[in-house]
């Protein structure tokens, strides 16, 4: 009675055996560095992370956030700044392996991810110490709290929908996932131009704040990957 199914039987030699995508440990090991930060987050700063987040769309909940504490000056906006240095920098190196992967030929990509999350770290604090200078020598003191509470809630959003990004393209292996970033980051960025200009509309020269962004907000970045290839 086999017999009938003899000619249906497929030898080893026959069936196609495709390749089983197995991401590198690098990846692997910054993802679960990221959700071990995120979960140190989310755990024990639940309310105020929830209010980080909102009040990056909300005029009503970032005045909440700033009557009920300083974000700023607690532990919630250190384990956030790290999160969001970790999933950027991890983001950039997936963007350098895809496009630049002769560059890692040379160095080992979690070199250039220490190369990388120290660069945007440096930037982070040059661009605060920038700020800092800046409010004193043009009397805008008042102003610098919000300049830096929105540019962290800036880089805090987009790295936390970043992240879902990076893990799909590093699991799936299409990194083509990554394009659809691009518009929800130039979103988040535009409605980021646009708190900045309203801290103190009626001081702002338009083309001197285009070369801010140009200057502090583009170009350092652009030189970091450049760097990183480099080495």
Known sequence: MLDIFAHHALSVSEISADKVLSPSPWATILICASLFLLTLIIVPFRRKFSLIIKSFFSQRHYSLM???????????????????????????LV???HFMSQSLEKIHPMAVFGILFVGLLIIYWLKYLVYFIYSKLFEHSKELTSINLYKFLFITVAALVLFPFVIIAQYTGHFAVMYGYIPVFVAFYVLFAYKMLKINPRNINLFNFFLYFCTLEILPYVLLVKLSTMI
């Not at 919630?76 to 950039?92: E, H, K, N, Q, S």
């Open 66 to 92: 700033n009557r009920e504490s300083r974000i700023l000056e607690e532990r919630v906006y250190i384990f956030t700044l790290l999160f969001d240095l970790l999933v950027f920098a991890t983001g950039l």
């Open 95 to 97: 963007i350098i392996q």
